[in-house]
DNA sequence: AAACCCTCCAACCGCATGGGG
DNA sequence: ACCCCATGCGGTTGGAGGGTT
């Protein structure tokens, strides 16, 4: 239906990046018409360009226009951009009336570039602005590195020589909560406990010890001690930086009070809390691996707040 | 030094929309 | 109501440049 084909089509009509002397040659000839454009379709011609109407106008409202704003985008602008993309989604062209200087483009191409990465790395869903699903981050973390990712799954099998079934689910909680700020359902949900231990069918995080100082009173009066290799992996997850203190591996069974000396009191908080919105995991500091850290980073704290917050 | 990989962003593509004849 | 055309818009691509091996 009606649509003619675009000039592009044209064989000869030049592609690709813009010379100088092209833009010199635009720019001129919109200048000479008091900035204002007649046609599109017609102004290659006028102008003596050998380009389509449509990469001169892309190429004139992205980048020739003598009110865009060229450079970084300032903190302020970032702030902006989320929280509108929170309230409109995609619409670039409406985001971008809300920053003076700069087009759809640049702020599509920012928000593709930075901006969604920065987010999924703090375990949000940048389509969203709602916490990820604990697998997603898992995969779209720093876990996604296979070895980490396989010393984790190692350090879960090994907990299997725990002498408790409850009492594996609970290190495993405390692991993952650590690594995870609470995002430990998806890897508890595929644990397996040993058959001969009465555990419930289906792990996840709620359905555990609701309490962690229960959880720790339960281990000390368990008087288990695990197996090397529980805290070698235990370890070596220090070693990648998942669990930032470092656990000594020779140390004695690991009572409560080796555990709690051995987890900095933000992580043994955050694995006493359910697991929230991210507007709540950003309620307070906590003590996270370093793909989704953010006690270092209140500039993005604050602003996921902000954006969070918005209503729907 | 060279090959490879990754990131970033300008530019392209194609569909949607709205206005005029 | 229909057709044609110009422009707007959002998703995608490709290549330059920087970093890594």
New binding site residues.
Partial sequence: ????P????DAGV?????TEEEDRTLVEHIQRHGGH???????PKAAGLN?????C???W???LRPDIK?G?FTDDEDRLIIRLHAEL????????THLDGR????I???W???IR?KLRSMGVDPATHQRLPPNDILISGALASPGLHQALLSAAASLGGLNSALVQAQALQLLLQAINGGAAAGLMASFSPAADNAMPPMLNASSIVPNFQDQMNLLAHASYRPADDVLNNIASFAEHGVVQQQLNASAPAPTAALVSASFPREVVAAADRPVQGFADLLSEPIEMPSMCSLEDDHFWKDMLAESSSLPL
């Fill in positions: 239906m009606g649509r003619s675009c000039c592009c089509h030049k592609k690709g990046p813009w454009v007649g046609s599109w379709r017609n102004l380009r389509c109407g449509k990469s106008r892309l190429r409202t992205n980048y060229h970084n989604g995609n619409k670039w062209s409406t985001i971008a087009t759809d483009n640049e599509k191409n920012y593709n570039t930075h990465k």
